[in-house]
């Protein structure tokens, strides 16, 4: 592909004696309106995703109280998911419309690193999510993990993220300069750094290390949520039985109000005996309420989680397989019409993850919806 634009650049050149910029303008443009499908389609993906983490972070972190701490993760995600739209959709733009000459070395280098940093944030912090509920839902009686805890972990998630996604600022970006005869022209490449061979398998190896930290987390996200998935099939089997006693127990609590009623004789001593019953059926009703309203919460929220998860795992295997089949086979860059959009599609997958999850939350976190509905009923009568 390299020999390829060389030939280009030089036939152009002489042809229409083009300067370096100009020539590589014509290009960008070129490349803009072969992608303009994509361009359109993240742009708007991009400003769902920030609006919906922008709600996510206002509802969750000023209006919903988290007591048990299972939603206690869920802002430091939506912050993380916010950044990653915006770094993802601003990359992506200047990579379809700028292709070859990038604004600046240090802009590439910045926003390759916030792409991989929160993709591998977001990723590890649904790990801790999964774990967090396997101890809820499965060891219920065991240790849990305290506020102290959660917060050591989002601390080493950070470390951890930091580090690997670090090198990408020393493989990314490099400065092409073209010494012409009237002056020196300078253009930015938002590739690779080291278009040799060995530059070629060091990338290789790089994505290949990301994509193994991927499968592992991947891995140990589904071992840890399978048996959460079972005992909530057992929640969803056992709950006829639950509502068949309640059926049962509403039953007596009505038959014993009409005998009570059809007493009008009855002794004035045994009439406090018969209220004494009767709070006992209130009671066992109520609490039966209770009991089967928090089975319910619990079972949203571990589906909510659930439902994450499997966006998580699907926009992010679709992103790096498809880029290391791509590295790995350079030819498919060539591809021109709706093949080169879908494999750019296909490739700026990983975005799905940061847009999806605050309307994830909406669908299923009940108070997330009550918040959502005053804070909408709000600012409809304000204005």
């Given at each position: ?5 060389v ?13 370096m ?57 939506a ?24 604004p ?44 102290k ?26 400065e ?10 300078q ?24 994509l193994?930290f ?21 929640s969803?089997?056992?709950?006829t ?9 509403n ?6 109000e009409r ?25 066992c009703n109520k609490?039966?309420?209770?009991r ?14 659930l ?25 498919v ?27 994830i939350?909406?669908?299923?976190d ?18």
């Amino acid at each position: 592909m390299l020999s390829r634009i060389v030939n280009m650049k030089e036939t152009y050149s002489f042809a229409f004696n083009f300067s370096m910029d100009e020539y590589y303008e014509f290009l960008s443009e070129q490349h803009s309106e072969e992608l303009l499908p994509n361009t359109i389609l993240q742009l708007i993906a991009a400003v769902f995703g920030m609006f919906g983490n922008t709600l996510v972070l206002l509802l969750y972190g000023k209006y919903i109280q988290d007591k048990s701490g299972s939603r206690y993760f869920i802002p430091a995600l939506a912050f993380v998911d916010l950044v990653g739209c915006l770094s993802n959709a601003v990359h992506y733009y200047l990579d379809d419309t700028v292709y070859y000459n990038y604004p600046g070395l240090s802009l590439c280098k910045t926003l390759y690193f916030l792409i991989l940093f929160t993709g591998g944030f977001s990723a590890h912090l649904i790990l801790v999510i999964a774990l967090q509920r396997y101890l809820f839902i499965c060891r219920p009686f065991g240790q849990q993990m305290t506020k102290k805890l959660r917060r050591i972990s989002v601390s080493i998630i950070f470390l951890f993220s930091f580090g690997y996604s670090l090198p990408s600022s020393r493989l990314i970006g490099r400065e092409l300069i073209s010494n012409e005869l009237i002056s020196s022209q300078q253009v930015i490449s938002c590739r690779s750094n080291d278009f040799s061979f060995k530059g070629h398998r060091v990338m290789i190896w790089y994505l290949g290390i990301l994509l193994l930290f991927i499968l592992l987390n991947i891995g140990v996200t589904s071992a840890l949520y399978i048996p959460v998935i079972r005992v909530l099939y057992k929640s969803f089997s056992h709950g006829t039985p639950n509502d068949r006693n309640h059926r049962d127990y509403n039953a007596n609590t009505r038959s014993e109000e009409r005998r009570i009623s059809d007493m009008e004789n009855i002794d004035m001593e045994e009439r406090p005996k018969q209220d004494v019953r009767r709070n006992n059926f209130e009671h066992c009703n109520k609490s039966i309420d209770d009991r089967n309203r928090k089975l319910k919460a619990r079972q949203r929220i571990t589906i909510m989680f659930l439902v994450i998860i499997i966006v998580y795992i699907a926009s992010y295997l679709t992103t790096l397989v498809t880029q290391i089949f791509a590295f790995a086979e350079r030819s498919v860059m060539d591809l021109k019409g709706y093949r080169l959009n879908i494999l750019y599609f296909c490739l700026r997958f990983n975005l799905l993850n940061h847009i999806a999850n605050p309307y994830i939350y909406w669908i299923f976190d009940i108070k997330c919806r009550q918040e959502l509905r005053k804070l909408s009923r709000y600012c409809i009568f304000k204005h």
